[in-house]
């Protein structure tokens, strides 16, 4: 039968909950399994409640999954905080002995645990700070975690910090794995997948693989402002972008940020930016700057919760209506959102084709979970890796260079500083074909009608949606980013299960693939939106143009935590018809 | 686009596009300045990018025939930064007014002084926003009339040669567009200087500013180079300087001069510099910048055992 | 018969083309007409187009008419941009002789009225600046156009520059009736309505209404940075205000201006800004503060051509996506549409009263064109306007106060530096009701649903929304803003002739009033959504909630310049069932 | 909300919300001489406001129990200055972070000094960015390293004492929160000040910046006003002082002393004080600012014979 298990750690920011997952993680692919995490880091820089969870598997995973098998709970609080979810056939590895700042209860059907990670982390050893290795241990123990690759992971970790420190952990490893020896006795059959072949995969973070994808894309200027949950696209960037003859420049902040970016791709470069909802709101300006200039520029808004400062590490997707409609003025833009960490690096890539092709900034619309989740996806293949660059006149010097010639296509060959006969001077205001300004209506409706023109056709150029499920169905999802690869788990488990249910995943949310969301639509009797967002903003954006509104259900959450897979599983049996 | 003779000649430095300035304007000994400067020194202006905000100032780039960013109200230093990281090799000039270099840009000046990017900053000072039709800017006198404080601004002027020797640029002069030969001078000089140079315009608006004009300038106007400030690199002579700047706004002082000239200079590492030696050192990290070796990169994600 | 008479102006900025216009307006409303104008200035400071038309009736007039009755032309760009409008029956007065720059061809029907305006200001009276006197002089003998009421607005204008200059302008006045009774004939019955009673009106342009609106609805402080439609609310509002003990700030940026806006309304006042696209997005961030901590704001956003810088000084009406949904996050306020000059007053006096109440930002949306346009309104009844004050607690000090307490309306009663027991602190993180930062799912949730739950029935507690025409239509016209005025002229037109035409105006965008609409689309057969900017924004913000999708025809301008009536009547028309 | 006794102790100054700030962080010196402050002067904390930006440092308005404002990155001073015009009689800090100040917020800084509203801006410089877990900020040393700059970044610094002189402060100071009494003494003077103050407060974050220390701070830090800065109106001094605040940060003269006290302190009408000037020329035109004559207004509107 396939190994499905999720481990969830939850304690105290600083006391190691992220690196004891971080560990597993590693270990884990170290072995050859299939797996994802979830992580949530709290708003504080030290205490406040954190959150690390890793599910594993031999066989490809979707998403998070619906709560956990195990919880290791460093304190009082992870308790709290999951009791409710400790349901018959859970596991719990709890703090307990002097160091311990709770007592759970009894659950029936509950498996407990306890062992004094803290007590034996301060006691025994001398160092309170190896309690997440003390748990480790005790974990490994039970569920039989391939300890060797455990270490493994731990050495390559702790190496440059000296021998000491590493065989400090592999003590506080083994103190706990002794103390489940000696201790307790294994009340249930969780255990991790066999250790298998290695395979050639690549260990990936959210934000990193839209550093990496950038990388690949070509990308030769990041310019941004530090923001969370969006500032590791730049921590990863930063030398990995010099090794590749580029620069990851710390501006003032994002109106800056973007400035530099449009000067960058102006001058010839491939840029990005990332940042979250302040960031782009304050970039908004510049955002019509490049729409109406048209200049490639590939912008990445890591969501977090909004309005305002909201809450800046916790997921949310509320921040669609900004990406389509935020800029002043008719602004035509693409819209692009990944639902996995592999995505995040492909359509990174796709992001800046796209710019570069249709001379236009694109929206690459992730969150604060996809940022974090980590994911073992291929090793990338650079040779089938294909590469747009913007449409240059490349024309004779003396030939009349029209910077902004109404082609057919609405694309108009551009210049690049250097370049000989294409001087031209961009700007903002409305223009002429030859780039200089001009408010007459002719003018107007001609430039106007250009800029839109570019996305007539980009659904057929690009198809930027994918089905899955029933070719009728009773029951139709539709849902974009993160929440994609949850309802997509929803919606297998479903179909295994007989019921008649199909999917539709957009990878493109603006312009909208209208005729690709019609079709799906007919070819369903009730359309399911579930999304991380109060307004539901995709479903309002879908139902402007395709009248759906007999048959929609919306299903949102604006909790701060994305959707699990048996919210929209349930939901789906819940308007099925009986 | 026509082809262009050599030697290039100022006028070949404009473009078909025609100015909307008005007749009179200080603005035009700017332009003027700038394409004899570009034929004086034979710049190929394919490798010219003229950079502005919004402004009436800020129009000057469309009139070139160089590669051209009118971008948004405050925004040029950071545009021209991105485009001098990208591309090194470009000449930049910013050309922009007051308001747009004071008021809504102030927030990126100090940190494109401080990081001594090689890009040459004209501002053209005509003491008041002229395009929005005649509000106070940040150096306006105190007092000054405009449409939203027609009863005289409660503000006090910013000193633009102070801020900006404080801010770090390596270049900092002030002239005065009355006198051609001053004005080019000045932007000459701050072209061929290395580093991050400003040249503060006094630039007088004939339409809407009745106080500051070509009249009021002209008698109070004296070379502070001519007369003995020669030690560019002192930059507390430097401050002491600039600090009598604005004295003619004092209404004690009205008949104050007018200082200007280069009132600092010295010389520091500009960012390419920089940039280009820490690229050095990451040249080899995956084989060559240029063609990569991917796998090298991607084995940095890989499980290692 | 009713007279209805447009004459249009037009000419080189700084000819005097629009004081010429504003010279026949005072003396038009002075002589107890119905008066509306239409201006266009051109992006130059000098030289460009420029245009001023007046439409005086002895009815109410709604827009500013289909073209023109009387063209006077002072340079040959004004001809040629106004030639084709030049159609049987309509006069041209325009210049000749020898500072004419122009020779008009003949046009068929038209009939044409050589005056050496350029010359007889020149020569004659040594003043080329009377240009604009000598050709309203022929105007007035022409079209019997009140000579002494126009004489008093010009006494009046330049009284302070002394009485020679006044002295002189009546020459010029005289000098070029004397030219039209020496050498012309007249050769139609066009004529100015006949000078009756003086009714009690304020001669208000459309930004001044937004100023005076404000001062009446208690404004105490107005922030803002300048910008091109919108600074003259400003000017208009500064020593206004300060004689009502406020003050006008002109900030260094925009940002700015709405943060100090922010910060004295914090403190207690009511507060207004007004900018335009550019404005609005760089004020992005912080009206999403404004949403967050519940702070009455009114942004008052005067719509120019966009993206970007695009067209500072035209008409457009591009940004109502932009007003509801350009912050990032689930962000909820309140956005408003006036569709002349007396409502653009009672409009933003409303629009206090609804921040006051809803502890929320508003936006008006007015337009370039609605900026400039010029009505005679009623004199308005103080003690008819009503002021709403935000809720404070005025609980005893020692009681607990909870700012953000999750009431059943969702309004908090708030309390404002100075009073004690309030003390709070306001902030953009996701908070609890005692406005303390929290994250948890919980809070989360009831804040969110708290923030949105203000608005539920607002469409009830104040009816947005004006209906007009047969209660069962064959077409509906939903417009939005000055379309709105233009509109309304149409639909009059069509019923004048016995079509069955309805319309619905809502004066209230955002929260869309759905009751309202449904109703009224319910009513008709077909839907007209006519709307001054590309994609039909408004259109497709209804479409989302209503599905008008079969019934719905857009007619869009985004040329710069407004709707005339009979686009709107033709376009009725040809949809209209045969 | 509790009554407060009088006289009001400096705890009750603090607000039910819990700080989240790490244990040793600098900012707590801060926190505790802002109540002390407070409780010295009696000041009634329902006419305080504190408003600050986005960062550690700007969390502090959140533990006090008087009005707060915690804004947006950035944009405390345009807040405040709102609040201050609309109620001149609040007593208002501003407390902030070296990045919100000087990177994101920099071009509101110069606005507000020169303008001179009665506002205390207290800014805690730890030579970083905490909140977002360690990049560099404009106080930053050059080749400091931070995540975008894991290499040590290419810029220069800010000087914000001069910066703060330069922009027409009229009272510029700064201290050290490793020393509560100095911490407590420059608050308070500023305070005290009729006018726009600010104190730089050189505040340590032991989580994230193991340069800047309280150890590092200990050793150099002295007292110009005890070491005989007296002549605090003295601007050219102040500036020439100021210009070797920094000198610590040169790799040649590391051991040099960091200066802390009072650099610079004028008079100058507070801009409350021109505005209700202002105000009175104006306060009969409409009969009366509170009740006005209406129509006496709208008949500047009607259409005169
Ligand atoms: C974001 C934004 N705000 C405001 C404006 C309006 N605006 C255009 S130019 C200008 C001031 C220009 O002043 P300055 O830079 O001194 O140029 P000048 O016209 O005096 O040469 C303003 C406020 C704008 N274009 N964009
Ligand atoms: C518009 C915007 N951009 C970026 C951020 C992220 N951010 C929060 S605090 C901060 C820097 C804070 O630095 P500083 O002011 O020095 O405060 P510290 O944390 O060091 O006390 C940044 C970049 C934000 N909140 N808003
Ligand atoms: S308004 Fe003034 S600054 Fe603008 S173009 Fe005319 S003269 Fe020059
Ligand atoms: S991270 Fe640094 S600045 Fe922030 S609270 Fe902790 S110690 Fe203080
Ligand atoms: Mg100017
Ligand atoms: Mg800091």
């Known amino acids: 039968m396939a190994i499905d298990l999720t481990l969830r750690i939850g304690g105290e920011g600083g006391e190691g909950v992220i690196s004891a997952g971080d560990f597993l993680m590693q270990a884990a692919s170290l072995a050859g399994m299939e797996v994802v995490t979830f992580k949530s880091f709290p708003a504080e820089i030290k205490g406040g409640y954190a959150l690390s969870q890793l599910r594993v598997s031999d066989q490809h995973i979707l998403s998070q999954g619906d709560g956990f098998n195990i919880l290791i709970a460093f304190n009082g609080e992870a308790y709290e905080l999951n009791k409710s979810l400790l349901t018959p056939g859970t596991v719990m590895i709890y703090d307990t002995g002097s160091e311990a700042d709770f007592e759970p209860e009894e659950i029936p059907g509950v498996i407990m645990y306890p062992v004094p990670m803290g007590e034996i982390a301060k006691r025994q050893l001398k160092a309170y700070i190896t309690k997440n290795m003390v748990a480790l241990g005790a974990a490994a123990e039970l569920f039989n975690i391939p300890v060797d690759t455990l270490k493994e992971s731990i050495r390559q970790k702790f190496t440059r910090k000296g021998d000491k420190v590493v065989q400090l952990n592999y003590q506080a490893l083994e103190a706990g794995a002794e103390h489940v020896r000696n201790n307790l006795k294994k009340q249930e059959s969780f255990e991790f997948p066999k250790p298998r072949e290695k395979k050639d995969v690549l260990i990936i973070e959210g934000n990193q693989a839209i550093a990496l994808g950038a990388a690949m894309a070509g990308c030769k200027y990041y310019g941004a402002y530090p923001i969370t949950p969006a500032t590791t696209v730049g921590n990863y960037l930063a030398e990995l972008i010099l090794g590749l003859g580029g620069f990851v420049y710390q501006a003032e902040d994002e109106i800056s940020a973007l400035g530099t970016c449009l000067g960058a791709s102006f001058a010839g470069a491939k840029v990005l930016t990332a940042t979250s909802g302040p960031g782009i709101s304050l970039m908004t300006e510049l955002i019509g700057l490049g729409i109406m200039a048209e200049i490639p520029l590939v912008i990445a808004n890591i969501q977090r919760g909004g309005p305002s400062t909201g809450m800046p590490t916790k997921h949310d997707q509320g921040d669609l209506y900004q990406a389509c409609f935020g800029t002043h003025g008719d602004a035509p833009k693409i819209v692009l959102a990944p639902a996995n960490v592999e995505e995040n690096l492909y359509l990174t890539i796709d992001a800046f084709n796209l710019a570069e092709k249709y001379q236009t900034p694109v929206f690459l619309l992730s969150d604060a979970s996809l940022a974090l989740r980590v994911e073992a996806i291929k090793r990338p293949d650079m040779s089938k890796v294909k590469h747009e660059h913007r449409m240059t006149r490349n024309g004779k010097a003396d030939e009349k260079f029209l910077r902004y010639m109404s082609t057919e296509s609405g694309i108009s060959p551009t210049g690049i500083p250097g370049m000989p006969g294409h001087a031209y001077a961009a700007t903002g205001l409305e223009h002429a074909e030859n780039s200089g300004p001009r408010t007459n209506p002719d003018t107007r409706n001609l430039m106007t009608e250009k800029r839109w023109r570019k996305f007539d056709n980009i659904e057929d150029e690009w198809k930027p949606v994918e089905r899955e499920g029933d070719e009728q169905a009773e029951v139709g999802v539709i849902s974009w980013g993160l929440t994609q690869s949850i309802a997509k788990e929803a919606v297998q488990r479903l179909r295994a299960k007989g019921l008649k249910v199909a999917a539709l995943y957009p990878k493109m949310l603006w312009p909208l693939p209208v005729k690709a969301i019609k079709a799906f639509v007919d070819s369903v009797n009730q359309v399911l939106i579930p999304e991380a967002n109060f307004q539901g903003q995709f479903a309002e954006i879908i139902k402007a143009e395709v009248p759906i509104h007999d048959k929609l259900v919306k299903l949102n959450v604006y909790r701060g935590e994305p959707f699990i897979p048996r919210e929209i599983e349930e939901k789906i049996e819940e308007i099925y018809p009986k | ?305």
Chains 1, 3 share one sequence.
């Open chain 2, 1 to 305: 686009m026509e082809l262009l003779q050599t030697p290039i000649k100022p006028k070949e430095y404009r473009s078909e596009i025609e100015s909307t300035w008005c007749p009179g304007c200080g603005d035009f000994g700017v332009t003027t300045a700038l394409t004899n400067i570009m034929s004086q020194m034979q710049m190929d202006p394919d490798s010219v990018l003229t950079i502005s905000g919004i402004g009436c100032s800020s129009r000057l780039p469309l009139w070139l025939r160089t590669f051209g960013f009118h971008s948004c109200h405050g925004r040029a230093l950071p545009v021209a930064i991105g485009a001098k990281i990208a591309n090194p090799d470009l000449n930049i000039f910013v050309t922009i007014g007051d308001g747009d270099m004071f008021s809504i840009g102030a927030g990126h000046v100090p940190h494109a002084a401080r990081r001594n990017f090689d890009i040459k900053v004209f501002c053209m000072d005509n003491n008041m926003y002229a395009l929005t039709k005649n509000q106070v800017s940040p150096t306006s006198r105190h007092k000054k009339k405009g449409s939203l404080s027609p009863y005289g601004t409660l503000d006090s002027p910013i000193n633009p040669i102070e801020l900006m020797i404080t801010y770090g640029a390596t270049f900092v002069a002030q002239s005065y567009t009355g006198s051609m030969k001053h004005t080019t001078a000045m932007m000459k000089a701050a072209t061929e200087h290395k580093g991050f140079a400003f040249v503060n315009l006094l630039s007088p608006c004939p339409t809407f500013n009745h106080e500051e004009t070509f009249k009021y300038y002209k008698p109070r106007i004296y070379d502070i180079n001519e007369e003995g400030h020669k030690d560019l690199s002192n930059r507390m002579k430097a401050l002491e300087l600039s600090d009598r700047a604005m004295d003619h706004y004092q209404e004690s002082g009205s008949d104050a001069k007018i200082p200007i000239g280069i009132f600092y200079k010295t010389e520091k590492p500009v960012f390419a510099e920089n940039l280009a030696e820490l690229k050095k050192s990451y040249s080899s990290a995956y084989g060559s910048a240029d063609k990569p070796d991917w796998n090298k990169i991607f084995d940095q994600y890989a499980p290692q055992q």
